[in-house]
């Protein structure tokens, strides 16, 4: 075991941005600033660590239960993450604490079920931990409410395509289960069907910036028009 071992870990499965030095017990005995670069991540590299520890492929299924069920009585930091959200939510967190940081990452799992990664890195100011759950609520409901959505109906007229928070979705208009056509890190958004109903126009910033991008109906093939 050991940082290194973890270290290797997380470059073995693509991870980037996140730091493992020291043990806990160095960690506790060192000083410690928040401009030393060892034993730091970035939160989108945070947000990456929860979304492959979540899809059940980098850790055994008993090891991933247990992980999670220590986030979940995580007794630290009730005012963050946990603070502002409703009575009764299931929140699997970890906080985080340095002179001038207070941090939360973790799993928030909306009333559908739906589960949201959430990393908050608030640095300095008077009160952190409120930032921490005033974003966490901010998320909840953003993500419960459907907001900042954008629509279309195919040339049919049988089926809804829509954003929602960086990905594409897509549903019979008469109602039923959205299916997911795009995920991940990118975010895309503003979709529209062409004339035809076969391909999905859209835009992303899976190449590095704002651009067009056109797809299959179904999701696959992806390719990049500008």
Request: aromatic share 6%; with cysteine; proline share 6%.
């Amino acid at each position: 075991g050991g940082p290194d071992t973890v270290q290797e870990w997380m470059r073995w499965h693509g991870l980037k941005d996140i730091r493992i030095d020291r043990t806990i017990a160095q960690l506790l005995r060192a000083r410690r600033d928040l401009r030393d670069e060892r034993d730091s991540s970035t939160p989108l590299a945070m947000v990456e660590l929860l979304r492959k520890i979540d899809s059940g492929n980098v850790l055994k299924p008993q090891s991933r239960a247990l992980l999670l069920d220590m986030m979940a009585r995580c007794k630290t930091g009730k005012n963050r993450i946990r603070g502002l959200l409703p009575p009764g939510t299931k929140v699997q967190n970890k906080t985080g604490t340095l002179s001038g940081l207070s941090d939360d990452v973790g799993f928030i799992t909306l009333p559908d079920g739906r589960r949201i990664a959430v990393a908050v890195f608030p640095r300095y100011g008077s009160n952190r931990p409120r930032t921490v759950a005033e974003a966490a609520r901010t998320i909840y409901y953003g993500f419960r409410s459907g907001r900042w959505t954008s629509v279309d109906v195919s040339p049919e007229g049988s089926r809804v395509l829509f954003d929602l928070l960086g990905d594409l979705y897509e549903l019979p208009i008469a109602g039923g289960e959205a299916r997911s056509l795009t995920s991940g890190m990118a975010w895309d958004m503003q979709p529209r069907y062409s004339p035809d109903g076969n391909t999905i126009v859209f835009t992303s910033d899976r190449a590095g910036g704002d651009n067009l991008w056109v797809m299959v109906r179904n999701g696959n093939a992806p390719r990049q028009l500008t």
